[in-house]
């Protein structure tokens, strides 16, 4: 069981869901400490006070706000918990919006909202199914960890989601990037679209999304653990050069669909649309000529 992060409510209107806020989500990572490495002496961070050239304890740390130049206002956890606003104590739902028009940029960490006892479970139930049959997603602001910030509110198996958001001044402009002027063919197209169709999944649940890296990390570490040689490494296949990028595309789909298993002949792909576009363009050209050739017998 996840441990709460956050208790409050939800404000829906004059609607109040009493919750508790868990994360959604847990790291699988292997975590490394850093040693000294002539005698594996762990090495810790030891944390200085400037002005008395010692070493503080956690109690003595707190948080400081320099607003000149030495100038530093202190502010305790309690004033961050007390702090003048409505969403200090609950999310706010403000807004309600359909999901595909947020940009997943703005879309962070996840949270479940669990209903905090039996008085919650009527309108933590009623959200539930609101959202459902609308198919959108709730905004709302809340305030945690000294700062107020913007969420989205959305369900998951009956369970309401909070995932944290960037605010629209946080999102850097694209046009930091140049983006590319080089031209591509309508059959360059299509031969993309065929292999985004050989890729398309129904779910990330097959064993090609896992994590392969952890894996290989721990077969490492266990290998070392135990006095033993290394895995050995996989010689990665050397990458061809692109040199004309139909044919890239047209091995690549070959390639995946015989790796699912399917008939990886692709060659009437995209080059029989280009035929067939010729033969359109010639068409009209063969009528014209027919008409012509009518003229004289009908003068």
């Known amino acids: 069981m996840p441990r709460t992060v956050w208790s409050g409510a939800i404000s829906f209107g004059l609607v109040t869901v009493p919750v508790h806020v868990q994360s959604a989500t847990e790291n699988h990572s292997i975590q490394f400490h850093q040693y000294h490495l002539e005698d594996m002496g762990r090495v810790r961070v030891r944390k200085f006070c400037e002005v008395e050239d010692r070493e503080v304890a956690s109690a003595e740390i707190g948080k400081g706000y320099e607003y000149a ?30 999901l595909d028009s947020i940009d997943p940029i703005r879309i962070g960490d996840g ?18 199914q609101a959202l ?20 989205l509110v959305r369900v998951r198996d009956d369970v309401l989601v909070l995932h944290a958001m960037r605010w629209p001044d946080e999102i850097r402009d694209p046009a930091i990037i140049d983006p590319p002027t080089a031209d591509v063919t309508e059959g360059e197209i299509d031969g993309a679209l065929a292999l985004m169709e050989t890729m398309t999944r129904d779910d990330l649940d097959d064993p090609e999304f896992r994590d392969s ?41 070959s390639k995946a669909r015989a790796s699912r298993g399917e008939d990886a002949d692709v060659h009437e792909m995209p080059k029989k649309k280009s035929a067939a576009r010729k033969t359109a ?19």
């Open 213 to 253: 890296y952890t894996d290989a990390l721990a077969a490492v570490i266990e290998a070392k653990r135990e006095h033993q040689p290394l895995p050995d490494v996989p010689e990665p296949e050397a990458p061809g050069k692109v040199l004309d990028l139909m044919a890239a595309l047209q091995e690549s789909v």
């Open 69 to 98: 130049r030495g100038q530093v206002v202190a502010v305790s956890d309690e004033e961050l918990r007390n702090l003048p606003l409505p969403t200090a104590k609950a999310i706010e739902i403000v807004a309600f919006v359909a």
């Open 132 to 151: 459902g049959r609308s198919s959108k997603v709730a905004v709302a602001k809340y305030a945690w960890s000294g700062r107020e910030r913007l969420g």
């Open 111 to 128: 949270y479940y909202l669990a209903p905090d006892g039996a008085v919650a479970a009527k309108p933590y139930k009623l959200l539930v």
């Open 281 to 299: 363009k010639k068409a009209p050209a063969k009528k014209a000529a027919k008409k012509t050739a009518r003229k004289p017998r009908s003068a």
